[in-house]
């Protein structure tokens, strides 16, 4: 099975700092993706990479970066934590594109980040 | 207008009963179609792709109507572990294949 790793389960962090969270897949999938979750909102896509050095923004990418040096790695930065980003942060990685089968989605656990 | 929505539920259902979520999605040109399932504080883990032609899994059916912009989930025979958030996903495979998640379906069954 594909296992996507996410380096923290809970993070809680202040106003402020600066945030990197981690992410790892072990199956050599060419997409990776970073979603927030927040309740009655759904999943909302923040960046996502379909190759190392590669980076697109999704729907809510403002105060956020990315970085894949590796393809294995997807890491995401809060270049300055606010309150707002109290969420929960998901990275989840694909095959690829183009079929069904290339496209379903493997989601890491997930960090509940707490911003105070 | 968001592009996937859903029913927020709650579902409240009893063992054995079958129950049927829909799913209307805003993009025509809208490619491929998902069901996930989400337990409470856990990740969304894939429950089944939906095909053109409908597909089956078990207990599980899922149906695709693209002239209506719809997908649908239907589960047969209840079980209490089924009590999860479904969430539709769709992906339009163009402007580098974002997914779009709607807000998910809670059911609840019980005993």
């Known amino acids: 099975d594909v296992k996507v790793t996410q380096s923290s389960r809970y993070l809680v962090k202040r106003t402020g700092e600066k945030v990197f969270l981690e992410c790892v897949q072990d199956m050599d999938h060419e997409n990776m993706f970073w979603y927030r979750q927040d309740p009655g909102l759904g999943l909302r896509l923040i960046y996502f990479s379909y190759d190392v050095k590669m980076k697109e923004k999704g729907d809510i990418p403002e105060g956020y970066s990315v970085s894949r040096e590796k393809k294995e790695r997807f890491s995401l930065i809060l270049e300055s934590a606010s309150t707002n980003q109290t969420s929960m942060y998901l990275c989840a990685s694909s095959l690829g594109f183009g079929t069904a089968a290339n496209e379903k989605l493997f989601f890491g656990s997930g960090t509940q980040l707490s911003v105070l | ?111």
């Open chain 2, 1 to 111: 207008r968001k592009e996937v929505e859903q029913d927020p539920g709650p579902f409240n259902v009893p063992e054995g009963a079958t129950v049927a979520f829909n799913c209307t999605y805003s993009n025509s040109a809208s490619q491929s179609f998902f069901w996930y399932r989400q337990d409470c504080r856990k990740e969304p883990k894939l429950l089944m792709s939906v095909y053109s032609s409908g597909n089956e899994d078990g207990r599980f059916t899922a149906q695709l109507n693209r002239a209506s912009q719809y997908i649908s989930l239907l589960i047969r025979d209840s079980k209490l572990s089924d009590s999860a958030t479904y969430l539709c996903v769709v992906n339009t495979r163009d402007n580098f294949n974002k997914f779009y998640f709607g807000s998910g379906t809670k059911l609840n069954v019980k005993p």
